[in-house]
Nanobody, 127 residues
Framework: QVQLVESGGGPVQSGGSLRLSCAAS????????IGWFRQASGKQHEGVSCISGTDGSTYYADSVKGRFTISRDNAKNTFYLKMDDLEPEDTAVYYC????????????????????WGQGTQVTVWP
């Protein structure tokens, strides 16, 4: 059973930091595109950040650029999202995603192109 499991979410004050982790099981992340989506209450899924599975290039949404950092550790079959200078607007359920073929060309692929999703973890940023 292929599976992604997030951890690291929770409440934090504005200006604080969190690191989200995503552990993969049932498959290897080697050669996979990986990324993070988020969904705030009443809003559409937003592609936050992703890494290409082919050349390692990264993408960040304008809303998080300079504050968030995505990384991967294939040896641990895990990837991460380090979030600094958090703002109330970052409050959302965060999902990690992976796909063998999702193309990363200057932006995160739309949600329909990712075949494996984590269960989501809540991040709440207090003002």
């Amino acid at each position: 059973q292929v599976q992604l499991v997030e951890s690291g979410g929770g409440p934090v004050q504005s200006g604080g930091s969190l690191r989200l982790s995503c552990a993969a099981s049932g498959f290897s992340l080697d050669y996979y595109a990986i990324g993070w989506f988020r969904q705030a209450s009443g809003k559409q899924h937003e592609g936050v950040s992703c890494i290409s599975g082919t050349d390692g290039s990264t993408y960040y949404a304008d809303s998080v650029k300079g504050r968030f950092t995505i990384s991967r550790d294939n040896a641990k079959n895990t990837f991460y999202l380090k979030m600094d200078d958090l703002e109330p607007e970052d409050t959302a359920v965060y999902y990690c995603v992976a796909d063998r073929f999702a193309p990363v060309h200057g932006s995160c692929p739309v949600r329909q192109l990712w075949d494996t999703w984590g269960q989501g973890t809540q991040v709440t940023v207090w003002p």
